[in-house]
């Protein structure tokens, strides 16, 4: 990981300096840019007016060799400083780093900014520096990524830094997830994503694993006939962590806050196979549960004071001899009884049992789940909203507004009533799918009939697991989306 520190605000003597300055003429964000050119006679200001450089949200401009010793100067707008927010910076923080060139050590202005301005900045650099490299073994030292660490200049020394505790943590538990959805199929499979959790132990986490005797005797029928088809068990996992502390007079504690997770390893589609083109990608089914491990990771590593339980549910869907058919009728942990029409939609068939489990063990105050659930959430919404759907409007509001500040962006979608009858069956409770029309509504009524009336929301983050290019603070590939918006979602309404 990117190797961050933090500096009182000075001007560097050598090497890369990337600046963060604010649009307003007057802003103190631009005093390092007048001592950059007391040091270079004029030379910065000179090329960054050539370069019409205001200082406007997502401007960026590079000036090579300026003088004074430094290799380059790279300037980001950060816009109106009235109008700045933690997303903004995290975003002209990874800007920063995808341009600050070949210097292996490099230093970051964020003068003018408060602390944890300057702690978010750090993090949106961390970010945009994450690689997975642990299967390139020919790659030329040439072709590889420079910064290896990045140097912070703030005004507010104590403050950056104590702000970076939370940042780093939560900079973690984004790698996590990264990793986890990055790792080819048949390295992580159930059994190795299962192990990986339990690694959350040297957090802090309590980690419990069910196999697939306990879960057949539990009862999972619907989550059992996803993983029958492959060679690989499956299994649950349930992480967690006990930050609140004891309120007084030992009246017990507040319910804790659950979040569920899918993780299908790989989505063959089982017998419904999927088409060959593209079917790599289902790698990242397993989009969920890695966000779930993640944020369990963020919040135990910055000692969240809350109570939280993180249940993911661990299966390969494959084709097979033994693989479960169209047709087949499977008995899930509530009970109920679900017709399988298309075994491709499996994802749902999973999180049933995961989310009965979870509201009859732990009787949460609320269940979050997410999913790489459905290809029409992405044909409705694109790849830059998660849509979600939820049975309580405070719940709701609260993932809105933490997906806007966390610049993890999530859209409320429609859950009447009328959604659940296509999914009416001719044989058992209810069947697996209900058709084209608002196919990603009609997976979610679907799930809606395992949460047994308790608050919940589903985000269906199909189309956000996986960036198809660069992003500010997500380069190609895994997002870890969902570990920013939740771990925000959480510090903002429940640790207070
Ligand atoms: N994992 C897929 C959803 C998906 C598709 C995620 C493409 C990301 C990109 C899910 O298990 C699935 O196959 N869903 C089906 C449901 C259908 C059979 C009702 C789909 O979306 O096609
Ligand atoms: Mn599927
Ligand atoms: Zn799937």
Redesign the pocket.
Known sequence: MLDIAFAKSALPKSGALALLIAEDANSPTREVLAAADAATGGAVSRALAVADFSGKQGQSAIVLAPGAGLTRVVAIGLGKAADLTSAGLENAGGSAAAQLGRDAVAALSAAGLSGAQAAAAALGATLRRYRFDLYRTKEKADDKPKLAKLTVLTDELPKAKAAWVAGKALADGVYLARDLVSEPPNVLNPVEMAERCKKLTALGVKVEVLGPREMTKLGFGSLMGVAQGSAAEPRMVVMKWDGAPATKGGKGKAKPLAFIGKG?TF?T?GISIKPAAGME??KF?MGGAAAVIGLMAALAGRKAKVDVVGLVGLVENMPSGTAQRPGDVVKSYSGQTIEVI?T????RLVLADVLWYCQQKFDPRFMVDLA?????M?VALGHDYAGFFANDDTLADQIAAAGRASGELAWRMPLDASFDKQIKSDIADMKN?GGRPG?AITAAAFIQRFVNGKTWAHLDI?GTAWAYSDQATVPKGATGYGVRLLDRMVAENFER
């Not at 491709?344 to 994802?347: L, N, P, R, T």
């Not at 790489?372 to 029409?376: C, D, I, R």
């Open positions: 299908v989505d589609g990608d289902m089914d298309n491709d939609a499996e994802g790489t659930l459905t290809g029409a992405i799918v196919g199909a």
